[in-house]
Structure formats: structure tokens, C-alpha cells
């Protein structure tokens, strides 16, 4: 007996430690230059081959029959920015373009839009380290998308990578960056895991992209003095079941402004209340290192936990939640969704919340829980890359029941007993070094964080 255990628990180990061969990775942009975004698009140096610069601000890409087909279907992505003459926080974005088969080019107005992630810059000073950071999703619905027949046979899936940046401030205090008009490199790198073969069952519609909600401008809300927006729509066949995919972000750095407000927020499909969300991170902390530029926001020493929560939306430096909202099965027909902000005040009518949401469903079967987000939860995973300490942060004190790591083949590598605590660690060092992603499960789903060891 003694004997049978050892030798399962050798297999177990050597399971646990074996390279991770059945990854690929995917670069689809390569530390593109992004320029001021207030300027005449730049011509000169042209972008890299097969690279559309469409504006300063945006690049596009489009994916290869060859990197389609060696998708599976598990996705992550990797989004590294890093200083160039751009001292200041700014936003940036990942969208997947559904570009008519065969075109060579597109204006970004003309085609369907879908926001698949969006982040915060850190202040960054070029000169200091760390010079760059990196964001990291698993976006293992897009896989699904992008083996879908239905999609492809009509479109070409193009990615846009989107960093605004402007040099004013960082010409006059950044060594080396005196009249320079270069802003931002941008690098973006898909992680999959074997083959999967094309699906048939999968339907995609999207919604709202990076579109205004506010309580001030006639096309940014549904009645003037309200912050509420709701898109009415037809879904042609009935799904077996379906979610949808919710990107918002608070901006308005005026006095008063939303950025520094923390509200509540409401999301409905159909009239019924489906997600209530407040944004920010227990704590920006985790970010500081990255920003390298003194700023107003991070100060000079660290903050306590309920000195960010109570003036922090986002962290300059951290990743934008994506909000999974699972809806089950639907019927065709008329449906719509609604959100609300109620308590958003966009002091001396400024500010902004740029929202993104589109719905995904299967005509058959179910759709699969990677990369999902339970809707009561706010985790997140730092430092990432970690040396096998990682600790998880709670902010809401979910209730989870257990956490699961797995590897990229899928295999269960560790499991951890569940807890309320604002935040706990797990101790990981055990683990080869690779990419990895934990289940942190709760009563209503769930959520999936991706990070990485790295001795």
C-alpha cells in the first residue's frame, strides 16, 4: 500500500511540474509606438507589417486563418504598456472588430465593436524602473467567438489595442522627452492551450461600445438629469443559455468629479435587477510600484485600505473588471438591457462612464465557466507575476467556498479552503513556473482570475 501511494504521489508531482507544451502563444502586437492622441495620425515611421495605425491612438490587427485554428478553448491575454513620453494615467482598451471577409483595411465607425478589456496606465517616468506593466484577463468566451462558423464564414476578426496618451506635461518633466510627440508601446500576446475545433452554436450581439453614460447629454442618457441607459433589441433564435459581458469605468478628474466617487451601480436585463456593483479595489497599493512618476494620486507612503475605497474608482496601473452576468436560457425574441447610476452627480456637467456590454449565448448547450466573474465578487490576485505567494483579495467578503488553481492543461494543481476575509494567501512556491488560473468559487458561480509563477 505504502508503496501504490508512492508512486501516485510521484505521477501527482510529476503531473504538477511537467512543461507546459500544449500552450501557444499568440503575439499579435510587438511594442507598437503610439503618438499624441490630439495630433494628425502619424505617417511616418509607418506601423509594423500587417499593422494598422487607423488612429495615434489606435492600432489594429487582423488574425490569421493559421492563429484561428491553433486556438483551443481555453484564451488568456497579456497587455503590456510602457512609458515613452506620457507621464499620466490614461485609459486603454482592447476591442475585437468584426471587419466584411477579406478587406484589407476598415474605418472603425463602419464595423461591429467589442470591448474585450480595458485598463489604467501608472504614471510612468521612462527613466525609472519598472518601466512598464503588464495586464493580464482570461478571456476564454472569446475563444469560443472566435471559432465560431457563423462569425467567421461573414467576417475577418480583427483586434484593435487602444492607448490615449498626450506628451504636454512629460515634454517639460521627463528627461529626454523635450519635444517628443511618441506617448506610449503597447504589446499584446494571446496564451491558448490545444486546438479546438470549430463550434456552430454560438451567437454574439453586441450591445453598447465604449459608449457615454452620463446624466447631461441628451445621447448619453435615456431622460436628462438621470444617469440610466437602456438599449432595446431582438435576439432572432432562442439561446440555451447566455450571459452578458459588462465593461464600465467612472471618469471626471474636475473637483467633485466621478473619478473620485464611488456610486453604485445597476444593471438589468428585461427589467429585472441582475448586478449591483460599487467600483474599486480594497486597496491600490499592489499598483504602487509601478507608479514611478510623483503624482496626487498614490502620494508619498502608503495608504490605508479605507483611505482608497473612499475617494479610488480604479488604480493607475490595475486592470478594469470585466462583469460576467449569467442569464441562463433566453427566449428569441424582444429583450433589453438597462443600467443605472443613480447617485452619479458629474459635478459642472463633467465626466464621463464609458460603457461596453454585449451578450453571448449558445443555441446549444451551455456556456462554459472560463473566465466567468460571479456577480456579487470583486477579486483580485497580487503580485502577479508572484514567486508563489499569492494573496486574494475580497473586497466584499464573498462568502467562497473553496478555491481551485488549475494549470494549462486544466489540471487541478492546488485547492484551498474557502473564507470571508477581505484577503488571504495562498503559498503556491510548489508550482513550476507558468501560467496558471484560480476558480474562486462562491454560492451564485465562478470566478476566474489568471496569474503567473515565475521563480
Known amino acids: 500500500m505504502k508503496?501504490?501511494?508512492?508512486?501516485?504521489?510521484?505521477?501527482?508531482?510529476?503531473?504538477?511540474?511537467?512543461?507546459?507544451?500544449?500552450?501557444?502563444?499568440?503575439?499579435?502586437?510587438?511594442?507598437?509606438?503610439?503618438?499624441?492622441?490630439?495630433?494628425?495620425?502619424?505617417?511616418?515611421?509607418?506601423?509594423?507589417?500587417?499593422?494598422?495605425?487607423?488612429?495615434?491612438?489606435?492600432?489594429?490587427?487582423?488574425?490569421?486563418a493559421t492563429e484561428i485554428q491553433s486556438i483551443g478553448t481555453l484564451l488568456t491575454m497579456k497587455v503590456t504598456i510602457a512609458a515613452a513620453c506620457d507621464n499620466y494615467d490614461r485609459i486603454?482598451?482592447?476591442?475585437?472588430?468584426?471587419?466584411?471577409?477579406?478587406?484589407?483595411?476598415?474605418?472603425?465607425?463602419?464595423?461591429?465593436?467589442?470591448?474585450?478589456?480595458?485598463?489604467?496606465?501608472?504614471?510612468?517616468?521612462?527613466?525609472?524602473?519598472?518601466?512598464?506593466?503588464?495586464?493580464?484577463?482570461?478571456?476564454?468566451?472569446?475563444?469560443?467567438?472566435?471559432?465560431?462558423?457563423?462569425?467567421?464564414?461573414?467576417?475577418?476578426?480583427?483586434?484593435?489595442?487602444?492607448?490615449?496618451?498626450?506628451?504636454?506635461?512629460?515634454?517639460?518633466?521627463?528627461?529626454?522627452?523635450?519635444?517628443?510627440?511618441?506617448?506610449?508601446?503597447?504589446s499584446l500576446d494571446f496564451t491558448t492551450n490545444a486546438p479546438a475545433p470549430a463550434q456552430s452554436a454560438n451567437v454574439l450581439r453586441p450591445l453598447l461600445y465604449q459608449a457615454s453614460l452620463n446624466n447631461y447629454q441628451a445621447s448619453a442618457t435615456d431622460t436628462l438629469g438621470k444617469t440610466t441607459r437602456t438599449v432595446n433589441f431582438i435576439l432572432p433564435v432562442g439561446l440555451t443559455d447566455a450571459a452578458l459581458f459588462l465593461v464600465t469605468s467612472n471618469h471626471g478628474a474636475n473637483s467633485g468629479g466621478e473619478e473620485y466617487n464611488r456610486r453604485m451601480h445597476y444593471a438589468y436585463f428585461d427589467n429585472v435587477l441582475k448586478l449591483s456593483y460599487k467600483p474599486g479595489r480594497v486597496s491600490c497599493e499592489p499598483f504602487r510600484q509601478y507608479n514611478t512618476q510623483a503624482n496626487g494620486i498614490y502620494g508619498p507612503s502608503a495608504q490605508t485600505n479605507a483611505q482608497w475605497q473612499s475617494f479610488s474608482n480604479w488604480c493607475p496601473g490595475d486592470k478594469i473588471d470585466i462583469r460576467r452576468i449569467n442569464l441562463g436560457p433566453l427566449a428569441a425574441g424582444s429583450h433589453s438591457f438597462r443600467i443605472r447610476v443613480p447617485d452619479a452627480a458629474f459635478a459642472g456637467g463633467q465626466g464621463d462612464i464609458p460603457t461596453s456590454v454585449y451578450l453571448q449565448g449558445k443555441t446549444s448547450g451551455v456556456l462554459s465557466t472560463a473566465g466567468s466573474r460571479t456577480a456579487t465578487g470583486a477579486f483580485f490576485l497580487y503580485p502577479n507575476p508572484s514567486a508563489g505567494l499569492v494573496t486574494v483579495a475580497n473586497p466584499a467578503g464573498v462568502a467562497v467556498r473553496e478555491l481551485v488553481v488549475r494549470n494549462s492543461l486544466g489540471q487541478v494543481v492546488h485547492r484551498a479552503a474557502g473564507s470571508t476575509a477581505p484577503q488571504f494567501t495562498l503559498s503556491l512556491g510548489s508550482l513550476a513556473a507558468g501560467t496558471y488560473v484560480a476558480e474562486i468559487r462562491t454560492a451564485d458561480g465562478v470566478a476566474t482570475r489568471t496569474f503567473q509563477v515565475a521563480h
Not at 499568440?26 to 503610439?34: A, E, S
Open 92 to 186: 486603454g482598451n482592447v476591442n475585437l472588430a468584426l471587419v466584411p471577409k477579406g478587406a484589407t483595411t476598415y474605418v472603425p465607425a463602419d464595423v461591429q465593436h467589442i470591448e474585450i478589456a480595458r485598463y489604467i496606465t501608472p504614471f510612468m517616468d521612462k527613466n525609472k524602473t519598472p518601466s512598464s506593466v503588464s495586464y493580464d484577463y482570461e478571456i476564454s468566451n472569446i475563444a469560443a467567438l472566435l471559432k465560431e462558423t457563423s462569425l467567421s464564414a461573414n467576417y475577418d476578426f480583427w483586434v484593435e489595442l487602444q492607448v490615449f496618451g498626450v506628451p504636454y506635461a512629460a515634454n517639460t518633466q521627463i528627461a529626454g522627452c523635450t519635444g517628443r510627440t511618441d506617448v506610449f508601446y503597447g
Open 3 to 64: 508503496k501504490t501511494l508512492l508512486f501516485l504521489g510521484v505521477v501527482l508531482l510529476a503531473l504538477v511540474r511537467q512543461p507546459l507544451a500544449a500552450q501557444t502563444t499568440i503575439n499579435v502586437f510587438n511594442g507598437v509606438l503610439y503618438y499624441d492622441g490630439y495630433a494628425a495620425t502619424v505617417t511616418n515611421p509607418a506601423p509594423p507589417t500587417g499593422v494598422i495605425r487607423h488612429r495615434n491612438d489606435l492600432y489594429a490587427r487582423r488574425l490569421t
